[in-house]
């Protein structure tokens, strides 16, 4: 069965600090895709990173890392240095190389950083 | 480039009233998705297309449907709208089966 587990519902941290937010995935298949997306209080989904299963190297653009380990099935998301702006929901989501149809969201943690 | 339009952004309908959601993609994206996204559940998949004249059901079907004559166009039409239709709909779309999806602005619907 395929699943996506974000264990921490809502997270709040003081501007500044750094901040991860886990992801735990469950799939049968060998091939699959990992997704992170950021829903702004705006509503709209942003996406923000794509790895494949057979790529484990970690991830940094800017503030934003990720650090996917096939051995844990994790792919969690740090962000350093938070700021204001990256209050937001953030969905963790897993997409299966044998199916045509949806992809798996996670159901979201909600970030609140604190100026 | 506009990517991924929704119409309209906002919509407001009464009970037994049919409502149709546009969907428009400028990518010749082969796959499109209708999601519904509500507190408490999440992302549901309600329609997904792989290709032009090629739709099939998501997890919460009842209630909608789908068409795809053009490949930039996926129209979801809710045909007698009730209270529980209210949500945000999200109109996505990707290019292959293991391409990113990328998701339009949503509508917010509302049925009373």
């Known amino acids: 069965a395929q699943k996506v587990t974000q264990a921490q519902t809502e997270i709040s941290v003081v501007e500044k600090e750094d901040v991860t937010l886990d992801c735990v995935y469950e799939t049968r298949d060998t091939t699959y895709y990992l997704f992170w997306y950021k829903q702004p209080p705006s509503g709209e989904l942003v996406f923000l990173i794509r790895r494949n299963s057979f790529d484990e190297q970690n991830e940094i653009s800017g503030r934003y890392s990720w650090n996917f380990q096939k051995s844990t099935s994790s792919f969690n998301f740090t962000i350093t240095a938070s700021q204001v702006v990256d209050s937001a929901v953030y969905f963790c989501a897993l997409s299966e190389a044998s199916r045509d149809d949806k992809i798996i969201f996670g159901k979201g943690t909600r970030l609140h950083i604190l100026p | 480039d506009a990517g991924i339009t929704q119409s309209p952004r906002y919509k407001i309908t009464e009970t037994g009233r049919q409502v149709t959601l546009m969907c428009h993609q400028t990518w010749s994206h082969s796959y499109m998705f209708w999601y519904r996204q509500d507190l408490g559940h999440g992302l549901r998949l309600i329609y997904y297309?792989?290709?032009?004249?090629?739709?099939d059901k998501g997890e919460v079907p009842d209630g909608y449907v789908v068409s795809r004559s053009k490949t930039e166009n996926f129209p979801l039409t809710l045909e007698s709208a009730t209270r529980s239709q209210t949500s945000v709909y999200f109109c996505a779309s990707r290019g292959g089966r293991s391409d990113t999806q990328y998701f339009g602005p949503g509508t917010r619907l509302t049925v009373l």
């Open positions: 297309s792989a290709a032009a004249d090629i739709t």
